[in-house]
T-cell receptor, first 114, second 110 residues
Framework: ETGVTQTPRHLVMGMTNKKSLKCEQH?????MYWYKQSAKKPLELMFVYSLEERVENNSVPSRFSPECPNSSHLFLHLHTLQPEDSALYLC?????????????FGQGTRLTVV | GQQVMQIPQYQHVQEGEDFTTYCNSSTTLSNIQWYKQRPGGHPVFLIQLVKSGEVKKQKRLTFQFGEAKKNSSLHITATQTTDVGTYFCAGGHNTDKLIFGTGTRLQVFP
């Protein structure tokens, strides 16, 4: 148990569906992140929120839409995804933004797009 | 763009053998972190190095940051089956963001 909880753990969705991934952290951290991990690529940073403000958007397609309503919760809204979007989506949090703080990862959501 | 490469991609060792993974950045790093991801699990922070030439040890694990702050290594002495997993380095750029390496998957045979 890392203090970062992701739901659901597994998700299968069609290309026309709309779904949301949820992340909650109980560590009192100020920064939250979405990463994508696929079989053939390293961990890819998608979005960074620091103090509930989006500070990083790594050229992610608009079919992925993040939302950070408060410092403890982070969502990733999905719509009209493609099969190549199938991957493990990991949420992480850290005390502050920046590269010198330890990142705590959730257990991830395994997404399959059919 | 900024890239962090790791070699080897895979390593199979007999239990008791040593293991080393190397991390190389295309640009100078402000810091480097190491993470371990067990099969089916999520990355877990191991350590952070900040100073040029820094060496840190955790039991059988030795971490090193290069003098030029562009490379790093993780060495495991006398591997055990519990060491199985993927080891990622993550380089900090201008203390702003972490770029994760490609990872080295370690398999240990008893």
């Amino acid at each position: 148990e890392t203090g970062v909880t992701q739901t659901p753990r597994h998700l299968v969705m069609g290309m026309t569906n709309k779904k949301s991934l949820k992340c909650e952290q109980h560590l009192g951290h100020n920064a939250m992140y979405w990463y994508k991990q696929s079989a053939k690529k390293p961990l890819e940073l998608m979005f960074v929120y620091s103090l509930e403000e989006r500070v990083e958007n790594n050229s992610v397609p608009s079919r992925f839409s993040p939302e950070c309503p408060n410092s403890s919760h982070l969502f990733l809204h999905l719509h009209t995804l493609q099969p190549e979007d199938s991957a493990l989506y990991l949420c992480a949090s850290s005390q502050t933004g920046g590269s010198r703080t330890e990142a705590f990862f959730g257990q991830g959501t395994r997404l399959t797009v059919v | 763009g900024q890239q962090v490469m790791q070699i080897p991609q895979y390593q199979h060792v007999q239990e008791g053998e040593d293991f080393t993974t190397y991390c190389n950045s295309s640009t100078t790093l402000s810091n480097i972190q190491w993470y371990k991801q067990r099969p089916g699990g999520h990355p877990v922070f191991l350590i952070q190095l900040v100073k040029s030439g820094e060496v840190k040890k955790q039991k059988r694990l030795t971490f090193q940051f290069g003098e030029a702050k562009k490379n790093s290594s993780l060495h495991i002495t006398a591997t055990q089956t519990t060491d199985v997993g993927t080891y990622f380095c993550a380089g900090g750029h201008n203390t702003d963001k972490l770029i994760f390496g490609t990872g080295t998957r370690l398999q240990v045979f008893p």
